[in-house]
């Protein structure tokens, strides 16, 4: 990855400074990466690209046909120029942040080790006899 942002506002791609749309010349948005599109604070959609960040994201901000158009504010961007490396980060956002788009990330998804699951089913049902003696105590006193 060699820079980023971090919840910038769509509007960027709607700006203009004389003819010039506002998020053109950031420098690290001509490069392809990895993209978070968010609903106000919560991630709405991941995606990738290898062509430029921003030609890709004005895409998703400008075309009332796209659709992603209508749901989102705020984005985030990394530009990552190797394409193994953009598959990488693209798969761990997805896998930390599950969202809309419902895309299962390119990695190895480990199961729960058996011993791991039965440690957890006795913690659940001891929490479960701790509330129903407690309960039960409650129940003696009235």
Excluded: C
């Excluded at 004005?58 to 953009?86: C, E, G, I």
């Amino acid at each position: 990855m060699t820079a980023y942002a971090r919840m910038w506002p769509r509007e960027i791609f709607d700006g203009r400074k004389g003819r010039e749309v506002l998020a053109r010349p950031v420098e690290f948005l001509k490069h392809p990466g990895v993209y978070v599109l968010y609903r106000d604070e919560h991630p709405y959609y991941i995606g990738k690209t290898s062509i430029s960040l921003f030609q890709r994201i004005r895409a998703h901000a400008t075309n009332p046909h796209d659709r992603y158009y209508n749901f989102w504010n705020l984005f985030s961007a990394f530009a990552v120029p190797d394409q193994v490396k953009r598959n990488e980060l693209e798969g761990i956002l997805i896998a930390a942040m599950p969202a809309v788009n419902n895309a299962q990330p390119k990695l190895t998804k480990m199961r729960l080790p058996r011993n791991i699951a039965d440690f957890m089913a006795k913690m659940r049902q001891s929490k479960v006899s701790a509330a129903t003696l407690k309960e039960a105590k409650v129940g003696k006193r009235k």
